[in-house]
Every structure is written in C-alpha cells, then in structure tokens.
C-alpha cells in the first residue's frame, strides 16, 4: 500500500507521524491500516521499538491489536527474523501478557513468524523454542507443532525444486537481474 511505502523508504520522523495519527484515531480500520503499515519500517531499531510497544497498552498499542504488530514485522522481509529473534528473548512477558492458556493470539504470532522456515536451522531452532516452552504454550501448541510439519514440507519442497528454479532464472534473466 501507500503507506507502506512511504514507512519503507522513510524515516523515524515520517514513522513517528503516522504512529500519531493511530494513536488519535477513533477509526478501526484507518487504525488496523496505520498498524500495519507501521510494520513497513525497514529500520530494526523502530521494528523493536514497535514489537515493544505491543506489550504495553500505554504506548498507544491496545492489548487486542498488539499481536497485529508482531504478526506485521514478522511478514516485512526486514522484520521476519527481529520478530522471531524479539519473540524468543521476550516470552516470558509475551506469554504473560497475552496469557497462552487461552489466547489465539500466541497461536497467530507463531503461524506469522514461522510459516515461512525453510532451512534445517529454522527449523531446529523452531522446535527447541517449543520444547523449552511447551508448559507454556498452552492452546498455541498445536499451532506450533502444525508450524514445525510445515517447516519440514518447505525445506523438502527448496531441496527438490531450489537448485532448479535458480538455474532457470539464470538462463531466462539476462545478468545480474536476480539474486537468490
């Protein structure tokens, strides 16, 4: 979206402005649009100050659409591995917060985060992040568990169809026109 774009290629100034704009907007979906166009940031430092601010409702973040923030920096390309990385450091209050017993919530922000692992490394830190936690993870444990099966599919789907895909686009791509 525009305002996407316009966090992507912009500054904290230009992030600051649209996080005020949420905050003194009485309009849902002009607030879930801001929210997720806050996520755009391709800075790492305002992706972490945003992933804090949806642990405390005085930041403007209200408790019901903080996992929208976790859920938006995981799907931005910059922010996919912060979240997963601010997820692991941080349980303690993220499940403290949300409380996993019975929040959907912990189950959404792991589907976000993990869906797209597809190396073995992804993977085994996936798995020993739900070992450590699986006292805690409460109804998102099915979740997590459905995240590792899946996990596993992509990393047979990139070891049967990786090396083909870049040798196809290295011959129907002239030059330096892709990076893989």
């Known amino acids: 979206t525009f305002l996407c774009s316009g966090i992507?290629?912009?500054?904290?100034?230009h992030w600051d402005f649209l996080l005020e704009r949420y905050i003194n907007s009485n309009n849902a979906n002009e607030k879930v649009n801001i929210m997720t166009a806050l996520s755009c940031s391709s800075e790492i430092w305002i992706l972490e100050r945003y992933l804090e601010m949806a642990?405390?409702?005085?930041?403007?973040?209200?408790?019901?659409d903080g996992y929208r923030?976790?859920?938006?920096?995981?799907?931005n390309i910059v922010g996919r591995y912060v979240a997963w990385n601010w997820i692991r450091q941080n349980w303690g209050a993220l499940s403290a917060y949300y409380d996993t017993a019975i929040s959907s919530s912990v189950g959404r922000i792991i589907t976000a985060v993990a869906a797209d692992f597809n190396t073995e490394f992804e993977l085994s830190e996936l798995q020993a992040f739900?070992?450590?936690?699986?006292?805690?993870?409460?109804?998102a444990a099915r979740v997590a568990n459905q995240m590792v099966e899946g996990a596993k599919s992509n990393i047979d789907w990139m070891s049967q169809h990786y090396q083909t895909i870049v040798s196809w686009l290295g011959i129907n791509l002239p030059g330096d026109s892709y990076m893989l």
Do not use: F
């Open 130 to 139: 739900i070992s450590d936690h699986e006292d805690e993870l409460g109804s």
């Open 69 to 75: 923030v976790i859920v938006g920096v995981s799907r």
């Open 55 to 64: 642990l405390n409702e005085e930041s403007g973040v209200r408790k019901q």
């Open 8 to 13: 992507g290629r912009g500054d904290v100034s």
